[in-house]
């Protein structure tokens, strides 16, 4: 282990963390490990649940996205705005499963006030008010909304970059990089903790993959909460023909978000219904330490709780 492993810094270079994505796999994995123990309880994964509380019809043309309006081939209801007593039994149900945080996405491109708005603060309220933390990803966002979420309890939002500033514009042209961040810059300033991570295996190089991190680690602090996802092709979007990755590929990528960020909760999210039991357990003696919980995430297929238990009855986690 180098004289820097788990040093907090903002200073790392794409080429830096290349460099680290590309080392032997054990070497890899057994540094992210003993950075992992430094800064995390090893025993500790934290599970969240994931619900989409609006679903379909979003204007944003991401290819990965089911969601959006523009890929009509692949027939997803647009499903209205859920009620916020709903949601919250929904939240309810979540925590008697295990769940300790709760996320609620809408398929929007950006808040807009009114009853809609409104609702989603109501159900903020509402899962905190059962010792839940709570996350919502609602699109972009004006300062004003994100003092009203932060004054009802919001404990972080997730609004991920996806992937590199260069390899972006290939995946999405109906936001900018630069949206992201300024959305992520407003949501920092009113004290609410980032939810920011991306997707491999969307036709990236791993230049792209370190890249990404790169913007990550640079922020000042580290966003508390990286989300890792892995693709997961749905028929009818520009990407449905796109293989699934390696699951060693996913490994990689935890352990180096691991080494860039110590201090971060990385969180094995989309395409974990991809790996068997021994791949998941690889991924968290890599450094992850949260896992999405529950039998979707949003629109596409998780591991089902019933998996779940056995996963954490084989690592002694409760």
């Given amino acids: 282990m180098t004289a820097v492993d788990g040093a ?45 509380i609006k679903t379909g019809g979003c204007p944003e043309n991401c290819a990965y996205c089911p969601q959006s309006a523009h890929h009509r081939d692949v027939g997803m209801n647009r499903d209205k705005l859920m009620d916020p007593r709903s949601v919250v039994a929904r939240a309810a149900t979540a925590k008697a499963a295990g769940a300790e945080r709760f996320c609620m996405g809408a398929a929007w491109r950006q808040v807009r006030d009114g009853k809609e708005f409104d609702a989603v603060v109501e159900m903020v309220e509402g899962v905190r008010a059962l010792g839940m933390e709570a996350c919502v990803t609602l699109g972009m966002l004006k300062p004003h909304q994100a003092e009203r979420l932060a004054a009802a309890g919001l404990t972080a939002y997730n609004h991920n970059l996806d992937t590199s ?12 990089y630069a949206d992201r961040l300024d959305t992520l ?31 990550l680690a640079g922020m000042e602090p580290h966003p508390e909460s990286v989300p890792i996802n892995a693709l997961v092709p749905v028929e009818g979007t520009p990407l449905a ?8 590929e996913l490994v990689r990528m935890v352990a180096t978000t691991r080494l860039a960020m110590p201090a971060s909760t990385v969180r ?51």
């Fill in 241 to 248: 023909r796109r293989p699934r990755i390696d699951p060693l």
């Fill in 165 to 176: 500033p260069e390899f972006y514009g290939r995946i999405i042209t109906t936001r900018t």
């Fill in 185 to 215: 810059a407003t949501v920092r300033s009113f004290g609410i903790d980032l939810c920011c991570g991306g997707i491999i295996g969307m036709g990236e190089t791993i230049h792209d993959r370190a890249s990404m991190l790169q913007v």
């Fill in 268 to 318: 094995l999210s989309a395409g974990r219904s991809g790996l068997n039991r021994e791949a998941q357990i690889l991924c968290l003696v890599a450094g992850a330490n949260s896992v999405f919980y529950g039998d979707t995430l949003l629109t596409t297929p998780n591991a089902g709780i019933g998996e779940d238990a056995e996963l954490f009855a084989a690592i002694g986690e409760p």
């Fill in 8 to 52: 907090i810094r903002h200073d790392w270079t794409t080429d830096q963390i290349v460099a680290l994505h590309e080392l032997p796999l054990l070497e890899l994995v057994g540094r992210a490990n003993a950075v992992h123990r430094q800064h995390h309880d090893p025993n500790k994964v934290q599970k969240a649940s994931l619900l989409s």
